[in-house]
């Protein structure tokens, strides 16, 4: 199809299949924008039993949660929680999946906690405090609770997201609903004198979400899907341009024309 069939196309399409929506409560906004960047900001940790020392946690460098709904409950925003990318130095390259659950939605606030646990029963060096132990780790636990609050439209201030941010989530709860708990038996012997529980206390961190992603039409990566996102698609149809390229397929198409006019109107 000519970008002229497009254009064409595209005006005769526009007056019915605008898509508005409806008002939308920050966990569907939280959920719709498909990801958020996260950062630990820093604590201290308390390693009690076979071993006890305690010291400070430092911040960590941004990353990225893809929201997934892994307990199939029809709510997409689960995530993995890597241990190496929290604690890079601890030597733990293990996952621990986190199920989300709403705790509280106000429709524009709202309360969210992410828990789960991973069991490897697995032999592994752990670093301690610059001490390299052998450590049989039994339970990897993780618990985060955020307060979800819109925020003005903005890039998404650390620098993770490619669309722009309207959500932020902040921690709410304290220690106890925000830990992460490692337990296991050092020099992998099983006896009670060498089982060992090491816990992160007294964290913090903040995260950012929302927006509209690509996905949905919003190529210009600002909080509303408009003339603006419609154009740059039409420019650049029949191109590889993977700015404009909604469904990352390797060419502006139809599907491509037909994502933003279905979202239409869509903003945050």
Not at 52 to 70: A, E, K, N, R, W
Not at 89 to 107: M, Y
Not at 180 to 206: H, K, M, P, S
Request: glycine fraction near 12%.
């Amino acid at each position: 199809m000519s970008r002229k069939v497009a254009l064409v196309s595209a005006i005769a399409l526009f007056g019915v299949v605008v898509n508005f929506g409806h008002a939308q409560t920050v966990v569907e906004e939280l959920e719709r924008g498909g990801a958020v960047s996260w950062r630990f900001l820093g604590g201290n940790y308390v390693i009690s039993g076979g071993i006890t020392t305690s010291g400070t946690v430092s911040p960590g460098s941004p990353i990225t949660f893809p929201f997934q709904d892994l307990n199939n409950d029809g709510l997409a925003l689960d995530i993995l929680l890597r241990i190496q990318d929290l604690i890079p130095d601890l030597g733990v390259n293990r996952d621990i999946p986190l199920i989300a659950q709403v705790i509280s939605n106000a429709g524009s606030s709202a309360v969210i906690q992410w828990t789960g646990a991973d069991n490897p029963n697995e032999c592994i060096q752990v670093d301690f405090d610059g001490t390299v132990i052998n450590v049989l780790i039994t339970e990897l636990f993780g618990q985060l609770r955020g307060l979800v609050e819109r925020i003005p439209c903005q890039p998404d201030p650390l620098g993770r997201l490619p669309h722009n941010t309207h959500l932020r989530v902040t921690m709410t709860g304290g220690n106890a609903f925000n830990v992460l708990r490692l337990r296991g038996y050092i020099f992998c012997v099983q006896t009670g004198q060498a089982f060992t529980t090491a816990e992160i206390v007294d964290g913090n961190w903040i995260s950012y979400g929302g927006g509209l992603p690509k996905s949905l039409g919003n190529v210009n990566g600002d909080c509303t899907i408009d003339d603006a996102d419609l154009l740059q698609v039409l420019f650049n149809f029949g191109s590889s341009d993977s700015a404009s390229d909604t469904n990352s397929d390797g060419t502006v198409d139809d599907a491509d024309l037909l994502t933003v006019l279905f979202n239409f109107g869509a903003s945050v």
